[in-house]
């Protein structure tokens, strides 16, 4: 969208041309002369702002025109929504909020520090979830120990040809019992653990990955950033991401 901005000929108000429609902000003779003359003809003008889904940009027009944006002379540059616009040497200000309003202006924010959030979030939920698997396996084996220490056990009734002593016999259940018991023990605190650990985690990434729109703030969901990036859009509040 191409905002042409100037001094209307008559009235002296300030005119603003959206795609060719002209609107006139601001009372008669309200703008000094040293802003330039919006001329319809030629679509002259003493500046203009480029509203895309990078944010707004604006432009001075003309070498000999003078226009301060945060009081500093300017010829091209980004601004916000919240800019001083000033045009000539008289330093009209511009009243951006009211132009902006009138033209439905809807704010776009950058998303470009999510993608860290994200992969961050990524890789800690990987590396939790191996730690998990890793620990499922080593249950599997203790599990596998535990029942071979029971058998060491019930061979000598099964072949009785096999001597035994009493005293390991008994060494060996207690062993067997007690390896079971803390077996069970360690692998319930280990599944503790983990549920704990991916909460925290989650719990941490629901705060950093929000939407960056100051009236909105909320979460966006465990979405990859990829698709956050491609939808260009707040799912809660409906406001713009920048490319
Ligand atoms: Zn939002």
Not at 195 to 215: A, G, M, S
Request: glycine content about 6%; hydrophobic content about 35%; aromatic content about 8%.
């Amino acid at each position: 969208m191409e905002l042409l901005i100037g001094r209307e000929q008559q009235g002296n108000q300030l005119m603003v041309v959206v795609d060719g429609k002209p609107y006139r902000i601001d009372v008669n003779n309200s703008v000094p002369d040293s802003v330039s003359r919006f001329n319809p003809s030629n679509g002259a003008a003493h500046c203009r702002i480029i509203i895309s889904t990078n944010g707004i940009r604006l432009e001075n027009l003309n070498e000999m025109n003078s226009t301060y944006v945060n009081g500093e002379s300017v010829e091209s540059c980004r601004i916000s929504p919240t800019s001083v616009v000033e045009l000539g040497k008289d330093q009209y200000r511009v009243n951006l909020s009211k132009i902006l309003k009138l033209i439905g202006y809807q704010p776009s924010y950058s998303i470009k520090h999510l993608r860290r959030v994200w992969d961050r979030y990524d890789k800690a939920l990987l590396r939790l979830q191996l730690e998990d698997k890793k620990k499922q396996n080593q249950q599997k084996l203790q599990g596998i120990l535990s029942q071979v220490s029971m058998l060491c056990v019930i061979i000598p009734s099964v072949m009785p040809n096999i001597p035994i002593p009493a005293w390991l016999r008994a060494v060996l259940v207690t062993g067997a019992l007690g390896m079971g018991i803390y077996f069970y023990i360690k692998g319930n605190k280990e599944d503790d653990s983990f549920i704990v650990k991916k909460r925290e985690l989650d719990e941490q990434f629901k705060e950093d990955y929000i939407c960056p729109n100051p009236k909105c703030k909320k979460f966006l969901g465990f979405t990859p950033y990829d698709t956050i990036k491609t939808r260009k859009k707040c799912g809660m509040c409906n406001c713009n991401f920048q490319n």
